[in-house]
């Protein structure tokens, strides 16, 4: 037998063994490599068509970028990991993962970096300890938890960290021991991990916050549960932690804010009640209770100055506050003191009058503080300052005239400040200033004809690291560096490089062929087709040029010619055609003449020739019918004469007549039916005849029998089953399932076996379950109470495969799960409880397709996701097909569609998002592909290869040296495998690995 033996080459091993036809297991350089259930045989594996759409669009969001050392540590969002803690030295090489804190794709959240003699450290959750604190050395096995400081799963719930004098200090809950939310320290050990002190004993805790260092000195706000917040300080001890002053005595708190240091000296806002109740005004602080004092009232009233933005500059303190007594006029300006009363004053009133300028975002370089304001004019600019009132000017207006340029992040780099500023017409981008005007311009217009939105700046020995939108016209937000030059300004690295989705749905076969709307983010929604194959894949007109959206809908087959409906920007929505070609696919008859819209809907194929609804801008929504040309593209009947709409939907072919229903504006909605003449359209029966224009609204047709069963209401029973044969007298009741005019709303009409099945809303006894009629009264009963009593089962997603028709149902015993039935109670079983117990594997709804002598679907058993399933009927015959999505996230394969012998479907994995896929006989697979493990050991993740994910055609090699090697987590086919000295192939138990040979 051909390729009786599967081979793996292992050049370089010291010794090689075949494996045998059983496999299981070969010793390769002291590599244990486990082949479990080695088939030789060719089997067919999903595999993507086409990326139809490259754009990326998946965010990193790098943010939280801190300068250690020589890295900047930041966090960012991969598919695979989630929002991890990741490094950068400024090289693609160098821009790593860390560490997997919360293994997969959970998120472990780092937040609240802090730099302590050139350590890490940060909150983090493994998902079993919950929010703890962590450190890191900027290697994976130096990125450890410092300690469980609230042991379980509660967390510490840490916010606040800061380096004091060369240890961090932060706040905590460790509820078990009944500290709660107190001051903690750590010197990134557990055992010197400490609470400071229990400032509030038991249970409340003092909620320190609003840290800041003066001179090894923490300063912070506590509340120690009788003074209310007040200003406290700590050197590290429990008795060196004590209140500075208790400035609003009792129990009020003054809530000091903004604490900063200048030259030693602690400034802050306070809420005073004196000499006004609750006045917000400038305060100091030498750490003693006398030096603690109100450095002046700036503002009279109740509000007070409501200072902010407290900075140092060359050992005076800049602030923003307001100068008006008027409430309604503020007037925020800036102002500076020397920590007296007489030296706390206006620096410059930059908005005149009353009008405020609203100083923010300061930033010291060297000797001048850069800040952005408003005087009324150029609005939100930069500005500068050098501490005096002529030294106090606008740098530069960088958006023309009153519009603003809102500088933010902004950065001092080697004496040049480095801001975000939107630019006007060129977006918001990078820009660098010197403190002059000609000096002061954007870096490089990263996002062209948009805005990258530069943000979370950090200097990295001279070099800008920051998260930018890249430059591709779309959303994604990934890592940027710059040098301060235009070219020396680019992306780092795409962390997350999932791709766009093509939104590929409408799947229809047609001449051997998948036909479907997609785009591709550069043509917009348009028609395209696919042979399978990457090449073969492509649009197929662009109908709506450039980015419109065309989008075909209605696809149908009728005498080998595709129709569809499509937005055509000259002609409205039409109908087109093709026959698979470009030059083939046309519009068939512009029938709303001009740029309004025919509309046409409800298509149906009745003996060669496409029946629908449209309107001409005259006659309403009417009848029409086309066999292709635009002479024979017709109205059939203008049943509502005049502008009024009949309305004709569900059409349905009954035995060669179109049945439909419409109104005439005389019987309401009933049924009708056509031979495709006027004379030949007629109403069958006025069902509801109860009342004048009364509908009965048939609809949910089948046929048993050559007789025509829908769901209709006579005005009397509600909606119940009825038969026609076409005629009025053979148009009749076959049973009122439900008493009175309650009424059953029957749909899912299927024929399995002889048999017609339908589906009842909630039953008063049974609920919603499958029923089965034979066409008279007494046979049309309750097929199987599938979740028994008035529970609802809900049966639905109906494919006839056979004498057997599948489908997905719910009990309460397994959720909703795959059921097959032969029409007899019997014969209605559970196919397999795939997730086992009462969860349910099947979503709503799910679309199964049958091809090759197995179903496919799409279910979840719990551990892989929503993937791609099969079912041979049995229940051992039941199983994954692969996971397309590693591990546990969704792949949600939908549109399933089969053309020739070939299973079509889109789906999502980690590196493309929403694409076309296929299951069939191998085409398209690349020749070639290199294992690389960049990003992990999962050999299912296209991003570990350098060719893509292999295929069943695929030579693999594995070569040396590499990261990490591959493990083979779900049923795998290829060519053949290459591995080279050192390297390695783990396949998990009760996987199956199939090498077809060479």
């Given at each position: ?172 809950n460790n509820a078990t021991v009944g500290s709660n939310f107190e001051l903690w320290k750590s010197d990134g050990t557990a055992a010197g991990t400490v609470m400071v002190k229990d400032i509030v004993a038991g249970n409340s805790g003092s909620a320190p916050g609003n840290f800041c260092d003066v001179n090894g000195t923490l300063f912070f706000i506590a509340n120690d549960g009788a003074t209310g917040f007040e200003l406290w300080k700590s050197d590290g001890t429990n008795a060196g932690t ?354 309004g819209s025919g509309t046409p809907a409800n298509f149906c194929n009745v003996n060669g020739v496409l029946y629908f609804s449209a309107t001409d801008g005259v006659n309403g929504t009417e009848l029409w019918k086309s066999d292709g040309t635009a002479t024979g593209t017709v109205m059939v009947k203008d049943i509502l004469t005049g502008s009024g709409a009949s309305s004709p939907a569900n059409l349905f072919n009954y035995n060669g007549t179109l049945v439909f229903s419409a109104t005439d ?334």
């Open positions: 037998m051909k390729n009786e033996y599967p081979v793996i080459t292992w050049p370089g091993a010291p010794f090689y063994n075949s494996i045998n036809k059983n496999g299981m297991k070969r010793l390769i350089t002291g590599i244990l490599i486990l082949l479990v259930g080695i088939v030789t045989s060719h089997a067919q594996t999903p595999e993507l068509v086409k990326d139809i759409n490259p754009f990326t669009n998946a965010s990193s969001s790098p943010t939280q970028m801190l300068t250690v050392g020589s890295v900047v540590f930041f966090t960012a969002t991969h598919p695979l990991y989630g929002v991890e803690l990741w490094k950068t030295d400024g090289t693609e090489a160098g821009t790593v993962l860390v560490k997997d804190i919360y293994p997969g794709y959970n998120n472990s959240n780092p937040a609240a970096f802090c730099n302590v003699n050139g350590t890490l450290f940060f909150t983090a959750t493994n998902g079993v300890d919950g929010l703890e604190l962590w450190k890191s050395d900027g290697t994976e096995a130096g990125t450890v938890m410092v300690l469980d400081i609230n042991p379980g799963s509660g967390g510490s719930s840490i916010s606040i960290t800061i380096n004091s004098g060369g240890v961090l200090y932060f706040n905590a004590q209140l500075v002053k208790d400035v609003n005595a009792g129990f009020t708190g003054s809530n000091p804010t903004n604490l900063c240091n200048v030259n030693g000296t602690l400034f802050f806002m306070n809420v005073v009640n004196s000499p006004t109740p609750n006045s917000q005004e400038l305060w100091k602080s030498d750490g003693t209770t006398a030096g603690t004092v109100q450095v002046k009232v700036i503002h009279t009233g109740t509000t007070g100055s409501l200072a902010t933005n407290f900075t140092n500059l060359n050992g005076l303190l800049l602030f923003a506050a307001r100068t008006s007594t008027n409430a309604t006029f503020p007037n925020v300006e800036l102002w500076s003191s020397d920590g007296t009363a007489a030296g706390t004053n206006l620096l410059l009133d930059i908005n005149p009058g009353t009008g405020s300028s609203s100083p923010a975002v300061f930033k010291v370089v060297n000797s001048t503080l850069f800040f952005r304001a408003d005087n009324g004019t150029q609005s939100v600019e930069l500005w500068k300052t050098d501490g005096t009132a002529a030294g106090t000017v606008l740098v530069k207006d960088l958006a023309a005239g009153s519009t603003a340029s809102n500088p933010s992040d902004l950065l001092p780099v080697n004496n040049l400040l480095y801001f975000s500023a939107s630019l006007g017409a060129l977006g918001t981008e990078l820009c660098v200033s010197d403190g002059t005007t000609a000096g002061t311009q954007m870096v490089k217009d990263i996002f062209v004809g948009g805005s990258s939105g530069p943000a979370g700046l950090a200097n990295l020995n001279g070099l800008i690291i920051f998260a930018a939108h890249i430059a591709t016209g779309n959303t994604d937000r990934e890592l940027y560096k710059s040098d301060g030059s235009a070219a020396g300004t680019g992306l780092i690295k795409d962390i997350n490089t999932a791709t766009s989705s093509s939104a590929s749905s409408r799947y229809t076969a047609f001449n051997n062929s998948l036909f479907f709307r997609a785009t591709d983010g550069t043509t917009g929604s348009e028609l395209w087709i696919s042979d399978g194959t990457a090449g073969g894949t492509s649009v197929l007109k662009d109908i709506s040029p450039g980015t419109g959206n065309a989008n075909p809908d209605n696809l149908l087959v009728v005498n080998n010619t595709l129709f569809f409906s499509v937005a055509d920007p000259v002609a409205g929505l039409e109908l087109w055609k093709t026959d698979g070609t470009p030059a083939g696919t046309l519009l068939v008859k512009d029938i709303f003449a001009g740029t504006g005389v019987n309401g909605r009933e049924l009708w039916k056509s031979d495709g003449t006027a004379a030949g359209t007629v109403m069958i029966k006025n069902i509801n005849a109860a009342g004048a224009n009364t509908n009965s609204n048939p609809f949910g047709y089948g046929i048993l029998n050559n007789i025509l069963y829908f769901s209709a209401d006579n005005g009397v029973l509600g909606n119940e089953l009825w038969q026609t044969d076409g005629t009025d007298a053979g148009t009749v009741l076959v049973k009122d399932i439900t008493a009175g005019v309650t009424g059953t709303l029957i749909s899912q009409f299927t024929v399995v076996n002889g048999k017609l099945l339908f589906t009842t809303p909630f039953l008063p006894v049974t609920g919603t379950e499958l029923w089965v009629s034979d066409g008279t009264d007494a046979g049309t009963v309750l097929l199987k109470d599938i979740n028994p009593g008035t529970n609802n089962a809900t049966p639905e997603d109906f494919l006839v495969v056979g004498n057997e028709m599948y489908f997905s149902a719910v009990s309460a015993a397994e959720g909703k799960e795959l059921w097959k039935t032969d029409g007899t109670a019997a014969g209605t079983v559970l196919v397999k409880d795939i997730a086992a117990g009462t969860g349910s594997s099947l979503g709503t709804p799910t679309n199964m397709a049958f091809v090759n002598g197995l179903l496919y679907f799409g279910a979840s058993e719990g551990i892989n996701g929503l993937e791609l399933w099969q079912s041979d009927g049995t229940a051992a015959g039941t199983t994954i097909v692969a996971n397309i999505n590693p591990e546990n996230q969704n792949a949600t394969p939908a549109n399933l569609k089969v053309v020739s012998n070939t299973l079509f479907f889109s789906a999502t994995n980690v590196q493309y998002n929403n694409e076309l896929w296929r299951l069939g006989p191998p085409v398209g697979s690349p020749a070639t592909t290199t294992w690389t493990g960049d990003i992990s050991n999962v050999w299912e993740n296209p991003a570990n290869w350098s060719n893509g994910l292999p295929g069943v055609n695929t030579a693999v090699t594995i070569p040396s040296g590499r990261p990490n090697y591959p493990v083979i987590h779900n049923n795998t086919a290829v060519k053949s495998i290459t591995a080279l000295p050192g390297a390695s192939v783990e396949v998990a138990p009760g996987i199956t690995l199939i090498i077809n040979g060479f």
